[in-house]
Protein backbone atom coordinates (compact mmCIF):
# COMPACT_ATOMS: atom_id res chain seq x y z
CA UNK A 1 0.00 0.00 0.00
CA UNK A 2 1.75 3.87 -0.85
CA UNK A 3 1.69 5.55 2.18
CA UNK A 4 0.62 9.36 1.06
CA UNK A 5 1.76 10.67 4.30
CA UNK A 6 4.96 11.67 5.57
CA UNK A 7 5.51 12.12 9.68
CA UNK A 8 8.68 13.96 10.97
CA UNK A 9 9.26 13.09 14.10
CA UNK A 10 12.04 12.70 17.43
CA UNK A 11 13.24 16.52 17.52
CA UNK A 12 12.64 19.16 19.24
CA UNK A 13 8.81 20.57 18.72
CA UNK A 14 10.06 23.45 16.96
CA UNK A 15 12.44 21.51 14.82
CA UNK A 16 9.50 19.37 13.57
CA UNK A 17 7.03 21.98 12.69
CA UNK A 18 9.96 23.69 10.71
CA UNK A 19 10.95 20.83 8.94
CA UNK A 20 7.85 19.54 8.32
CA UNK A 21 6.02 22.53 6.84
CA UNK A 22 9.54 23.00 4.92
CA UNK A 23 8.71 19.61 3.14
CA UNK A 24 4.95 19.97 2.65
CA UNK A 25 5.98 23.37 0.67
CA UNK A 26 8.65 21.70 -1.70
CA UNK A 27 6.56 18.78 -2.26
CA UNK A 28 2.98 20.52 -2.07
CA UNK A 29 1.61 18.23 0.66
CA UNK A 30 -0.91 19.83 3.11
CA UNK A 31 1.00 20.24 6.72
CA UNK A 32 -0.70 18.88 9.70
CA UNK A 33 0.50 19.64 13.77
CA UNK A 34 -0.55 17.15 16.40
CA UNK A 35 -0.25 20.16 18.87
CA UNK A 36 -2.92 22.38 16.53
CA UNK A 37 -5.22 19.17 16.79
CA UNK A 38 -4.94 18.67 20.50
CA UNK A 39 -5.28 22.10 21.06
CA UNK A 40 -8.81 22.79 18.69
CA UNK A 41 -9.81 19.35 19.98
CA UNK A 42 -9.61 20.43 23.47
CA UNK A 43 -10.32 23.80 22.83
CA UNK A 44 -7.26 25.17 24.95
CA UNK A 45 -3.73 25.33 24.85
CA UNK A 46 -0.82 23.13 25.40
CA UNK A 47 1.36 24.24 28.54
CA UNK A 48 -2.60 25.20 30.53
CA UNK A 49 -3.91 21.29 29.52
CA UNK A 50 -0.17 20.09 31.13
CA UNK A 51 -0.47 22.91 33.89
CA UNK A 52 -4.29 21.92 34.89
CA UNK A 53 -4.22 17.75 34.39
CA UNK A 54 -0.62 16.81 34.42
CA UNK A 55 1.80 15.43 31.98
CA UNK A 56 0.01 11.87 31.41
CA UNK A 57 -3.33 13.71 30.89
CA UNK A 58 -1.58 15.29 28.23
CA UNK A 59 -0.05 12.00 26.83
CA UNK A 60 -3.33 10.40 27.01
CA UNK A 61 -4.14 13.60 24.45
CA UNK A 62 -1.69 13.54 22.06
CA UNK A 63 -2.37 9.70 21.80
CA UNK A 64 -6.02 11.05 20.62
CA UNK A 65 -5.33 13.30 18.59
CA UNK A 66 -2.92 10.76 16.60
CA UNK A 67 -5.37 8.28 16.48
CA UNK A 68 -7.64 11.55 14.98
CA UNK A 69 -5.02 12.51 12.29
CA UNK A 70 -4.79 8.72 11.22
CA UNK A 71 -8.05 8.38 9.92
CA UNK A 72 -8.49 11.77 8.49
CA UNK A 73 -5.15 12.61 7.07
CA UNK A 74 -4.18 12.51 3.03
CA UNK A 75 -1.21 13.75 1.10
CA UNK A 76 -0.36 15.22 4.24
CA UNK A 77 3.56 16.20 6.62
CA UNK A 78 2.36 15.40 10.10
CA UNK A 79 5.03 17.27 12.44
CA UNK A 80 4.53 15.58 16.17
CA UNK A 81 5.13 17.23 18.83
CA UNK A 82 8.65 16.44 20.59
CA UNK A 83 7.51 14.29 23.11
CA UNK A 84 6.14 11.88 20.23
CA UNK A 85 9.31 9.69 20.60
CA UNK A 86 8.50 8.71 24.21
CA UNK A 87 5.12 7.03 22.58
CA UNK A 88 5.78 4.06 20.87
CA UNK A 89 2.61 2.91 20.16
CA UNK A 90 1.92 6.55 18.29
CA UNK A 91 4.33 6.33 15.95
CA UNK A 92 3.13 2.67 15.27
CA UNK A 93 0.04 4.32 14.37
CA UNK A 94 1.63 6.85 11.84
CA UNK A 95 3.84 4.07 10.59
CA UNK A 96 0.16 2.78 8.82
CA UNK A 97 -0.63 5.88 6.98
CA UNK A 98 2.71 7.57 6.40
CA UNK A 99 6.54 7.45 5.87
CA UNK A 100 8.36 8.24 9.27
CA UNK A 101 11.02 10.56 9.20
CA UNK A 102 13.02 10.61 12.31
CA UNK A 103 15.43 13.43 13.12
CA UNK A 104 17.99 12.91 15.93
CA UNK A 105 20.84 15.07 17.33
CA UNK A 106 23.68 14.37 19.63
CA UNK A 107 23.38 14.42 23.25
CA UNK A 108 24.84 17.53 23.80
CA UNK A 109 22.76 19.09 21.11
CA UNK A 110 19.46 17.60 22.30
CA UNK A 111 19.90 18.74 26.18
CA UNK A 112 21.27 22.35 24.51
CA UNK A 113 17.88 22.64 22.11
CA UNK A 114 15.43 21.52 25.28
CA UNK A 115 17.01 24.03 27.92
CA UNK A 116 17.27 27.03 25.16
CA UNK A 117 13.68 26.48 23.90
CA UNK A 118 11.05 29.01 25.76
CA UNK A 119 8.01 27.44 24.42
CA UNK A 120 8.92 24.23 25.76
CA UNK A 121 6.58 23.68 28.47
CA UNK A 122 7.89 20.49 29.06
CA UNK A 123 11.50 21.15 29.70
CA UNK A 124 12.10 19.97 33.06
CA UNK A 125 10.36 16.62 32.32
CA UNK A 126 12.40 16.28 29.03
CA UNK A 127 15.31 16.98 30.61
CA UNK A 128 15.09 14.91 33.00
CA UNK A 129 13.84 12.17 30.96
CA UNK A 130 16.57 13.05 27.94
CA UNK A 131 18.51 10.29 28.57
CA UNK A 132 15.52 7.59 28.27
CA UNK A 133 14.00 9.63 25.44
CA UNK A 134 17.46 9.10 23.76
CA UNK A 135 17.63 6.04 24.27
CA UNK A 136 13.77 5.14 22.87
CA UNK A 137 14.02 7.01 20.02
CA UNK A 138 17.64 4.98 19.51
CA UNK A 139 15.91 1.55 20.29
CA UNK A 140 12.45 1.65 19.38
CA UNK A 141 12.10 4.99 17.04
CA UNK A 142 15.03 4.39 14.68
CA UNK A 143 13.82 1.03 13.37
CA UNK A 144 10.55 2.19 12.71
CA UNK A 145 11.61 5.01 10.45
CA UNK A 146 11.85 5.24 6.76
CA UNK A 147 14.92 7.65 7.17
CA UNK A 148 16.79 8.77 10.08
CA UNK A 149 18.38 12.45 10.03
CA UNK A 150 20.63 13.49 12.30
CA UNK A 151 20.22 17.29 12.81
CA UNK A 152 22.97 18.03 15.00
CA UNK A 153 25.25 20.11 12.72
CA UNK A 154 23.13 20.90 9.60
CA UNK A 155 20.73 23.31 9.34
CA UNK A 156 16.94 22.66 8.67
CA UNK A 157 17.29 23.36 4.85
CA UNK A 158 19.74 20.68 4.61
CA UNK A 159 17.25 18.34 6.86
CA UNK A 160 14.49 18.97 4.30
CA UNK A 161 16.97 18.21 1.35
CA UNK A 162 17.66 14.95 3.07
CA UNK A 163 14.64 13.44 3.98
CA UNK A 164 12.65 14.61 0.54
CA UNK A 165 15.88 12.53 -0.95
CA UNK A 166 15.20 9.80 0.99
CA UNK A 167 11.39 9.92 0.28
CA UNK A 168 12.08 10.26 -3.34
CA UNK A 169 14.49 6.39 -2.93
CA UNK A 170 11.60 4.98 -0.87
CA UNK A 171 8.59 5.94 -3.35
CA UNK A 172 10.70 5.06 -6.53
CA UNK A 173 11.76 1.67 -4.98
CA UNK A 174 7.84 0.71 -4.31
Not at 86 to 114: C, H, M, W
Not at 129 to 157: E, G
Request: include cysteine; aromatic fraction near 4%; charged fraction near 30%.
Amino acid sequence: MYKRNIAVVGGMRNVNIKVGRMIAEELEMNTVLVEDTIEYVNNSDIPSLVRDFGTEYYYALEDSAVDDIVNKCDNSVIATTGTMALNVPSIEKLKKVAYIILLTADDETTLRRIDKDRMCFLKDELLEKSHSLLRNIAVKIAPLSDAVIDTSRILPDAAVSLAISRMEDIIGNE
